[in-house]
């Protein structure tokens, strides 16, 4: 399935700004800013890499399901972003580097950073996670336990043993031992003209047949040399930090809390399903039974987010 045809009422709009030091994207489907302390919002935390403009299709269909009423956001991760041409990467690298904001840790500040920052205290939150976006959700709710929470949905959620999964087993050597080496071909990707960057992202996921063509363009930007090194030092320590699970949280916020696990999800086994089921029987943990792959968003974001919808349409009406 194609990406979905826009009208005027729900064209996103993408806005640049510095949040801790480093370039950030904000795509924004509905309201600009949020004027009512008590109204709800809806925002997207992306996986790695951290590009929002991957979740277009996703998010479009969130914001026509509740009628354009409901502002539905997504943050990028800092650095996950190609800046425009009168921005920097880093506004601040003084202050970026003591953050350590392009690792996890700093992702982490950074987005609670931006909520003080650009969300009114009140905001009632509707927290959308994919992969390691539910880890970053998981500790914001631990961070800062007053943030009013309504519902987080947690999609593919790698949040623990990362590098003992089937992919991260793969991946890890790569990221973290020859890391310096993997840049090298970024950065001869990264001399092409865009239209050629077209082609080979065309090319390289060309079989997927139903694919999206609004991630198209996101990937060329992902291309740009600095965007993907930024998203491999992230996926680097995400395999040395995101370990245990964090229980304590979890249970503290169950009752807040949907889970959805791939059945093929080879960053994310079944058999991790099966035992948090185990371990909070009375949690919303299910099983994708549709055959959607980690990566969602290249060819099923309507399809998910058709069933976010049904998932907290009733936490949107209290």
């Known amino acids: 399935m194609g990406s979905l045809e826009t009208d005027s009422t729900d064209r996103p709009s993408a806005e640049f700004v ?9 795509l924004k489907y509905g309201s600009c800013t949020l004027q009512s302390r008590h ?4 925002l997207v935390i992306p996986g790695n890499p951290g590009v929002v403009g991957f979740y277009t299709t996703f998010m479009q269909t969130l914001h026509r399901a509740f009628n354009h009423h409901t502002p539905v956001w997504a943050v990028s991760h800092a650095g996950h972003c190609e800046p425009p041409d009168h921005m920097d990467m880093v506004e601040d690298s003084s202050l970026a580097a003591e953050l350590d904001v392009f690792g996890i840790n700093g992702q982490i500040e ?4 931006f909520l003080r920052k650009h969300v009114p205290r009140e905001t009632r939150l509707i927290l959308v996670g994919h992969s390691i976006g539910c880890y970053i959700i998981l500790e914001m709710m631990k961070r800062d336990p007053e943030l009013k929470v309504l519902k987080a949905v947690m ?3 790698t949040i623990e043993r990362m590098a003992q999964t089937p992919q991260g087993r793969v991946v890890t050597p790569v990221i973290c031992q020859f890391r310096y080496m993997a840049y090298f071909p970024v950065f001869l990707l990264s001399l092409l003209p865009d239209p050629l960057k077209q082609s080979l992202v065309r090319l ?3 079989g997927i047949s139903s694919l999206d063509r609004a991630i198209i363009q996101p990937t060329v930007g992902l291309l740009s040399g600095d965007c993907a090194a930024n998203a491999m030092y992230m996926g680097g320590q995400e395999m040395k930090k995101v370990l245990d699970r964090d229980n304590a949280t979890i249970k503290k916020h ?8 791939g059945a093929t999800d080879h960053w994310c086994p079944v058999e991790y399903y099966h035992d948090i ?8 943990f299910r099983l994708c039974e549709n055959g959607f792959r980690h990566a969602f968003v290249l060819d099923a974001g309507a399809q998910v987010a058709n069933m976010v919808v049904e998932w907290i349409s009733q936490d949107l009406r209290t």
């Open 39 to 42: 109204e709800t919002l809806i």
């Open 204 to 206: 390289v996921l060309g």
């Open 155 to 157: 999609l593919f959620p």
């Open 277 to 284: 089921k185990r371990d909070f029987p009375d949690g919303d």
């Open 254 to 261: 169950l009752n807040k809390l949907i889970f959805y696990y």
């Open 18 to 26: 510095y949040c801790n030091g480093a370039i950030t994207e904000v």
């Open 110 to 113: 950074h987005k609670l950073a």
